[in-house]
């Protein structure tokens, strides 16, 4: 088992630092809501993540292979709401990020959401915890409506269970030393992706972001929505 542990540790580790929906999601949320944002939406993610693989564990990811309905519910529901997140990131890039945009709380940045709560007399610390949870639930929906995740696990873990060992017990580990790798990539996106953000605080540079990740969104909405079941 420890032989297969680490071929799948070498395996997942690749796949997961290469760039994706996700590392997009944490990267864009780091930049433009700092570290504890971007970290929230990782939270999200991974949230996701154990969920899946719970579902593989028990057989539940089999119904996106055996099922059209469920595959395809999955694939436009997600497509959906990529495209919003995609229509929205280029909605707010064309705003001003101006004091009077701050005030009237149109601020996307977790700067704009503190403004915003101190001028209808609410607390920074309030708009800061609804920014967290905000980017916690876009993590959990962008992984939890991808089904390409749900075939990810099914189809990569069940190949790293050697044969005898219990299904559901190698499937919750392969899937804790899955989590744990993203967990340390996306503590180092969210890191430099925040560190980026508070040395770049030019209107400039948060619309051509908001532009970036618009189009990226908008991109892997349609890449989604072209995918055929295996």
């Not at 071929?7 to 944490?26: H, Y």
């Not at 001028?119 to 309030?126: K, L, N, Q, T, Y």
């Not at 905000?134 to 992984?143: D, H, I, K, P």
Request: proline share 3%; charged share 15%; aromatic share 8%.
């Amino acid at each position: 088992m420890l032989t297969s542990l680490l071929w799948f540790a070498g395996v997942a580790a690749l796949i997961n630092v290469t760039p994706g929906l996700d590392t997009m999601l944490v990267l864009r949320t780091s930049v433009a809501h700092g570290r504890t944002g971007g970290r929230a939406a990782a939270f999200g993610i991974l949230t996701g993540c154990l969920a899946w693989g719970a579902a593989t564990a028990v057989g539940l990811t089999a119904l996106l292979t055996a099922s059209r309905l469920a595959f395809d519910t999955l694939r436009v529901g997600g497509a959906v709401y990529l495209a919003w997140l995609g229509v929205s990131a280029l909605w707010r890039s064309r705003r001003r990020f101006t004091g009077r945009a701050a005030v009237d709380g149109t601020e996307p940045a977790a700067d704009g959401a503190v403004v915003a709560a101190e001028a209808e007399g609410g607390s920074a610390d309030g708009a800061s915890g609804r920014g967290r949870r905000a980017a916690f639930r876009a993590g959990v929906a962008t992984n939890l409506l991808n089904p390409k995740a749900g075939i990810f696990y099914m189809s990569l873990i069940p190949q790293f269970i050697p044969h005898g060992a219990p299904v559901f017990g190698s499937t919750l580990l392969l899937t804790a030393v899955d989590v744990a790798e993203l967990a340390l990539w996306y503590w180092v996106v969210s890191t430099a992706a925040s560190a980026l953000g508070e040395r770049v605080r030019r209107p400039s540079f948060r619309r051509r972001m908001e532009q970036l990740s618009g189009v990226a969104f908008l991109g892997f909405a349609a890449n989604l929505l072209l995918t055929e079941r295996a």
